[in-house]
């Protein structure tokens, strides 16, 4: 298993735990899911601990600045975003 496909698993889990949206919700997203506006359990309010969470799992820093809706567009944005993060890509 390389890092990146590491990463999409843990990815995959991370969605699970933090919005409790179901394994088999979780395992069937491609990369053109939709996340945030797309999934109502993706608010406002759950960007914040998505993010932290995300930051403690990956052992990554984001930046305000890196927020925004194409990082958070799709999972594939989201994924990619990470991956990039992590120097993965």
């Known amino acids: 298993m390389t890092l990146t496909d590491q990463t999409d698993t843990d990815l995959r889990s991370l969605l699970n735990d933090v919005l409790g949206l ?3 919700r979780v395992a069937a997203m ?5 996340l945030f506006g797309a999934l109502p359990e993706l608010d406002s309010m759950a960007v914040a601990g998505l993010l ?13 600045d890196e927020v ?22």
């Open 52 to 64: 932290t969470e995300i930051e403690d799992r990956f052992d990554i820093v984001i930046d305000d």
């Open 30 to 34: 491609t990369a053109d899911s939709g």
């Open 22 to 24: 179901g394994a088999a």
């Open 68 to 89: 925004d809706g194409d990082m958070l567009g799709t999972y594939g944005d989201l994924l990619t975003f990470i991956t990039r993060k992590r120097g993965e890509a």
